[in-house]
C-alpha cells in the first residue's frame, strides 16, 4: 500500500493552499481531489473574477468572521491576507486591489487564480490525485488508513502519516462541497456544529415578480428578529427570483436565516432615501406632489427607479402623499425563506472549533488530524474573506503537519 507523510484531502481553496505550503518540504505529499479537477468552486467565485481575499488590517477583517474572530487570529497572522497576495504573485499571477480592498487578478479571470496554484503545487512535486473520492479514513497506532475510489469505480487504500482534511462545506453542492468531511470528522468524534446556508438570498411574503433584477444602491437595510433591530447595512441590494440578495441581502442573511430556523419573525426594512431625513423628504414629497397634481404614479416615479414605481405602489395599499416619506424611509418585507444549499454562497457551522487547536489546525480529538476551509464551524462575509479563511487555515494545517513530522 503506498503510503505518503501528508495527505489533503479536497482540492479548493484550503487544499490547495495546504499544499502549497509543502512545496519544498520535502516530505512525501499527496493531494486528493474527487472532481475530475482542482478548484471548481474557485472557477465560479467572484462571478468568475475570483476575489482572492479582502486587504484590510486584522482589526478591520476580522469583523467580518463568524462565529469565532479569534479562532482565526493566529492562522491570518501566520498566512494573512499580504502573504496570500505574495505567494500568488511569486507563483506568476500578478494581484490588484480594488472598491472595499477586495483583491482580485489583474486577469479578472477566477481561472488564472486556480491553474497558478495547481501549477505551482504540480512543478513543486505534491502528488495531485483527481477523479478520487476518500470515502472513508481510519486510524491505525500511527498511520491513517484513506479509503479511496475512483471515478472509473476501482477502490484502493493509501496510508499517511497526517491527514488534512479540507473538503468543504454544502454550498453549490455540483462543485464538489457535498459535506463528506462532516462524516469522517464525526466518526472521529468531532462535533458538528448545525450547518445552514448563509450569504444568500432571503424570500419575502408575496414578493413583486415586477421587481426582479432592480439594483437599488445607496440604501440602507435594517433587519428585525423578533421586533429587535439586530443588524444595519448601508450599501447596495439587488432584488432576483430567489428573494432579496446583493450585498445587503448577503450581509443580513447570516442572523436572517438562522432567525427563520429558530421560528424567529424575521423581517427586512429598507430605507430608500437614507440620506435625507424624515421631515425635509415630507417637505420634499409634498413639493413633488403640488407640481404633479396629487398623481401617486407621477410623485413615485420622481422618487424610485422606473422599474419599481408599479410594484411599490401595489405593495402598499393605502399609499399617499402624507404617508409616502415614511413608506420610502421604512419599507418593510416579512422573510419567509431562503434560498438553500444549492445557490448559497457559504455554509455556517460545521465541524466545531473548540475541538481544534487555533495554534496549528489539529484536531483536539485525533492526533495528526488537521482541519483547513469550510468545513469548520467559520465563514466570513462577502469582500474577499472566504478564501481568506480557506487559505490561511489551510496554511497553517500544513506548516504544522509539516513541522510535526521534521521534528
Ligand atoms: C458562487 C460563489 C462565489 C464565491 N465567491 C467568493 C469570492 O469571490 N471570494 C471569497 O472569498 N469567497 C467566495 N466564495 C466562498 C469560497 O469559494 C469558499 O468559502 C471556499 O472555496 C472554501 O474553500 P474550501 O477549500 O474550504 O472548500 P471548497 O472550495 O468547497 O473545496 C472542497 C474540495 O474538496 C473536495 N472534496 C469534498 N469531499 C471530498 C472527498 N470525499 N474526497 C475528495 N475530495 C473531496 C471537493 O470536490 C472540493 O473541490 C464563493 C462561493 C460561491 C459558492
Not at 3 to 16: D, E, K, P, R
Not at 95 to 105: H, V
Not at 178 to 205: C, E, Q, R, W
Not at 326 to 345: A, D, H, P
Request: with cysteine; net charge neutral.
Amino acid at each position: 500500500m503506498k503510503s505518503y507523510h501528508i495527505a489533503i484531502v479536497g482540492g479548493g481553496a484550503a487544499g490547495l493552499m495546504a499544499a502549497a505550503r509543502c512545496v519544498g518540504s520535502g516530505l512525501d505529499v499527496v493531494l486528493i481531489e474527487k472532481n475530475k479537477e482542482c478548484g471548481k468552486k474557485l472557477l465560479i467565485t467572484g462571478k468568475g473574477r475570483c476575489n482572492i481575499t479582502n486587504s484590510s488590517p486584522w482589526k478591520d477583517f476580522q469583523t467580518h468572521i463568524h462565529p469565532d474572530k479569534g479562532f482565526l487570529k493566529n492562522a491570518f497572522h501566520h498566512f494573512s491576507n499580504k502573504d496570500v497576495v505574495a505567494l500568488l504573485e511569486s507563483a506568476g499571477l500578478p494581484c490588484k486591489e480594488e472598491r472595499g480592498n477586495r483583491i482580485f487578478p489583474v486577469s479578472d479571470r477566477s481561472h488564472d487564480v486556480r491553474d497558478t496554484l495547481v501549477k505551482y503545487i504540480k512543478k513543486g512535486g505534491i502528488n495531485v490525485v483527481t477523479g478520487c473520492q476518500v470515502l472513508d479514513i481510519n486510524k491505525g497506532d500511527n498511520l491513517f488508513t484513506l479509503s479511496l475510489s475512483t471515478y472509473e469505480g476501482d477502490n484502493l487504500d493509501i496510508q499517511a502519516s497526517r491527514v488534512i482534511l479540507a473538503t468543504g462545506g454544502l454550498s453549490y453542492p455540483t462543485t464538489g462541497s457535498t459535506g463528506d468531511g462532516y462524516d469522517v470528522a464525526s466518526k472521529f468524534g468531532h462535533t458538528i456544529v448545525g450547518t445552514f446556508p448563509s450569504l444568500t438570498a432571503l424570500k419575502p411574503f408575496n414578493m413583486d415578480s415586477r421587481m426582479e433584477g432592480i439594483l437599488l444602491k445607496n440604501v440602507r437595510m435594517d433587519l428585525w428578529v423578533n421586533g429587535s433591530k439586530v443588524q444595519s447595512e448601508f450599501g447596495e441590494t439587488l432584488f432576483t427570483s430567489g428573494g432579496i440578495e446583493g450585498a445587503l441581502g448577503f450581509r443580513v442573511s447570516r442572523k436572517g436565516v438562522k432567525g427563520l430556523i429558530n421560528g424567529q419573525k424575521v423581517e427586512l426594512v429598507l430605507d430608500l432615501k437614507p440620506a435625507v431625513e424624515m421631515d425635509e423628504l415630507n417637505k420634499r414629497v409634498k413639493e413633488l406632489s403640488a407640481e404633479c397634481g396629487g398623481k401617486l404614479k407621477k410623485i413615485v416615479s420622481r422618487l424610485v427607479p422606473a422599474q419599481m414605481v408599479d410594484p411599490f405602489i401595489d405593495s402598499l395599499p393605502g399609499l399617499n402623499p402624507e404617508n409616502m416619506a415614511s413608506r420610502l424611509k421604512e419599507w418593510r418585507f416579512k422573510i419567509v425563506g431562503y434560498v438553500g444549499y444549492e445557490r448559497c454562497v457559504v455554509t455556517a457551522g460545521g465541524v466545531s472549533l473548540d475541538e481544534i487547536s487555533r495554534k496549528t489546525m489539529e484536531s483536539k480529538v485525533i492526533d495528526g488530524l488537521y482541519m483547513a476551509g469550510e468545513v469548520m464551524d467559520l465563514d466570513g462575509d462577502t469582500g474577499g474573506y472566504n478564501l481568506q479563511i480557506a487559505f490561511s487555515t489551510g496554511a497553517l494545517a500544513a506548516d504544522s503537519a509539516v513541522r510535526s513530522i521534521s521534528i
